[in-house]
């Protein structure tokens, strides 16, 4: 009985201090829980001057809308997204569109904007397009 209460305290003691041998983990078990975060923590993230006014999850896109179309806030904002995107599902998978017009920040198909479509209005407030998968900016993207 002696024997094993200090087997048992010899394991609990490795553990404390972190000696204690573990296999790593198989290459394709899922990352650890603190690296499972979620996406909407990202859609709370303070994007300034951008402001995220709609969110399509199964799509994995978000709308924003920029004051102007300058090219180096858009960048910056990225950078912070994929930072918090690359602990999420979304790592890699996401899109970001970007708008000088909140009203206008949607699909072309929407048929909340088809009047918008039809006159140029939304593609002249469509500015900048982001793909995580490419990890490439494109500028004016609507035809």
Not at 82 to 92: L, P, Q, R, Y
Not at 95 to 120: C, E, H, N
Request: charged letters at 25%; glycine letters at 4%; aromatic letters at 8%.
């Amino acid at each position: 009985m002696r024997r094993r209460l200090l087997a048992v305290c010899a394991a609990a003691s490795a553990l404390t201090i972190g000696c204690a041998r573990s296999e790593p983990p198989a290459a394709d078990a899922p990352p650890p829980s603190e690296a499972a975060t979620s996406a909407r923590s990202c859609f709370r993230l303070d994007l300034a001057p951008l402001k995220v006014v709609r969110v399509d999850e199964p799509q994995r896109r978000l709308f924003v809308v920029a004051p102007d179309a300058a090219g180096a806030p858009i960048a910056a904002r990225v950078h912070d997204l994929e930072s918090c995107f690359g602990f999420t599902d979304w790592s890699g998978r996401w899109s970001l569109s970007v708008f000088t017009d909140a009203a206008l920040a949607r699909y072309k198909d929407d048929p909340q904007v088809a009047g918008a479509v039809k006159d140029g209005r939304w593609s002249r407030a469509y500015v900048a397009e982001y793909s995580a998968a490419t990890r490439k900016t494109t500028r004016n993207p609507a035809p």
